[in-house]
């Protein structure tokens, strides 16, 4: 086992020198970085920009837009149905429990669609607006820069089912959470260097009161919780009230893009149990959270080769699905 840990240590570090544009070879040619060259030069810039407006209104926005990604990646593949809204035969995953009250930034979606609708009409999809956006959030926010294979289209319709059942909840135990990622096609390095996007964000109380109370019958928090650190969470999450309060996932730098997010899992003070039982239940992925806390450019280099891969799950392309005109309903 020692030896098998080893090996898989090497492994991962071994990565961190592999060039992320490695990772293009993956698409087949039928997405790359250069797809909008000529029908909107423009294209890329303008997401940037409008991207950096919503963050430099809000800093919580980023890690918002970067969610969004992973909400529509792990249903139907990356083809933008978490932005439909009910209507026309189409019931929204809006709604469902990991999205409603939760899942936020599509206002700043559609203000980079009408901004591009502007500059080069029904040319830049939905879907390819969403992984631009995770990547500019993530670089703005101090994290990796990488190039985004783009020429997905839209889908025509949504999962409420496929959004409730796909997506890893904040108390999901460790097994469900891997099951999930590798439905996807994503791996065990994947689930850890993605979590690392609870670098920058917030929570809400109710996700992860459950740690806090009734741990064991005794009205104690959970023991793989510091009980510092839960008593002072304690006091803006009360045992009932105050479901929607906001506490930072990474209270060191939690508008920073780095690695002080697994430092805090090794100190017992991972907010969410899906953040926790990264060191606790498994590890393999233990060994890999002491790898990005000891180097932050290795958590950088997995993350984005991460990104990449998580946004080539079952792309719409060539005639399949469309260009909506406007993100939040199909075209007529």
Same mark, same amino acid.
Not at 32 to 51: H, W
Not at 106 to 133: G, H, N, R, W, Y
Not at 172 to 189: A, C, E, H, P
């Given at each position: ?5 080893? #090996?898989?240590? @090497?492994?991962?570090?071994?990565? %961190? ?22 029908? #909107? ?12 407006? %919503? ?13 969004? /990604?992973?909400?529509? #990646? ?11 809204? /009910? ?7 809006? =709604? ?6 939760? %899942? ?21 999809? #939905?879907?390819?607006? @969403? ?40 108390? /999901? ?13 994503? !791996? ?14 917030? /929570? ?53 893009? !780095? =690695? ?35 180097? =932050? ?6 993350? %984005? ?6 946004? =080539? ?20």
């Amino acid at each position: 086992m020692a030896r098998s840990i080893s #090996c898989f240590f @090497m492994a991962i570090t071994l990565l %961190a020198f592999a060039p992320v544009s490695l990772c293009y070879k993956g698409y087949g040619g039928s997405l790359y970085p250069q797809y909008y060259e000529k029908s #909107c030069p423009r294209a890329l810039e303008i997401v940037r920009s409008e991207v950096a407006k %919503a963050v430099a209104k809000e800093a919580r926005m980023a890690a918002s837009l970067i969610r969004l /990604s992973f909400h529509d #990646c792990f249903v139907q593949g990356c083809d933008a149905s978490i932005l439909l809204d /009910s209507g026309n035969g189409i019931t929204s995953e809006k =709604n469902s429990n990991p999205n409603r009250n939760s %899942a936020r930034g599509f206002d700043v979606i559609d203000d980079i669609k009408a901004a591009l609708e502007k500059e080069c009409p029904q040319t830049v999809s #939905c879907a390819d607006i @969403m992984q631009l956006a995770a990547r500019d959030s993530t670089h703005l926010s101090g994290g990796p820069f990488w190039e985004v294979p783009v020429g997905r289209k839209d889908s025509r319709s949504a999962s409420l089912s496929g959004s409730n059942n796909n997506i890893p909840a904040p108390n /999901s135990t460790f097994q469900t959470i891997l099951n999930r990622f590798k439905n996807q096609g994503l !791996d065990l390095v994947d689930l850890v260097a993605l979590s690392g996007s609870h670098t920058i964000g917030n /929570s809400r109380c109710v996700s992860f009161r459950q740690r806090l109370y009734n741990q064991a019958g005794n009205n104690q928090p959970d023991s793989t919780l510091d009980q510092y650190y839960a008593a002072q969470l304690r006091n803006r999450c009360p045992r009932s009230g105050g479901d929607s309060n906001l506490f930072f996932l990474d209270f060191v730098s939690p508008t920073k893009f !780095d =690695n002080s997010y697994f430092k805090l899992l090794l100190a017992n003070k991972g907010l969410l149990n899906s953040d926790q039982v990264l060191t606790t239940k498994n590890e393999a992925s233990l060994q890999l959270v002491k790898a990005y806390a000891e180097n =932050n450019e290795l958590f950088l280099q997995h993350f %984005a080769s991460s990104m990449i891969k998580m946004a =080539n799950i079952s792309p719409l392309t060539g005639s399949n699905g469309e260009i909506r005109k406007n993100c939040r309903k199909i075209n007529s």
